[in-house]
Nanobody, 122 residues
């Protein structure tokens, strides 16, 4: 079973950039597809981005495409989310996920981190 720990969240202004990290332990990192999700207050958790096991394919929600970039370093058992041109509507708790299924261009996560808060002020 894999454990996931996110870091890198914080308070930024609109237009700023931020990079989230998710460190994995307890499993074979390279055997999992990885992804990021977010949950804003009063809303359901939504898919943000995913990357396949080898890092050759990436997937994004329409709301972040062109602004966010997901990447992974299998040697460091870490997945990243680079977020550029942040908007107030990006404010949410961001969760890292690991799973064995990518379908319909999104990750179906079996494991979750505890989340990291991202707040974008206008």
């Amino acid at each position: 079973q894999v454990q996931l720990v996110e870091s890198g969240g914080g308070l930024v202004q609109a237009g700023d950039s931020l990079r989230l990290s998710c460190a994995a332990s307890g499993g074979t990192f390279s055997s999992y597809h990885m992804g990021w999700f977010r949950q804003a207050p009063g809303k359901e958790r939504e898919f943000v981005a995913a990357i396949n096991r080898g890092g050759s394919n990436t997937y994004y929600s329409d709301s972040v495409k062109g602004r966010f970039t997901i990447s992974r370093d299998n040697a460091k058992s870490t997945v990243y989310l680079r977020m550029n041109s942040l908007k107030p509507e990006d404010t949410a708790v961001y969760y890292c996920g690991a799973g064995n299924t990518i379908a319909s261009k999104r990750l179906y996560s079996d494991y979750w981190g505890q989340g990291t808060q991202v707040t974008v002020s206008s």
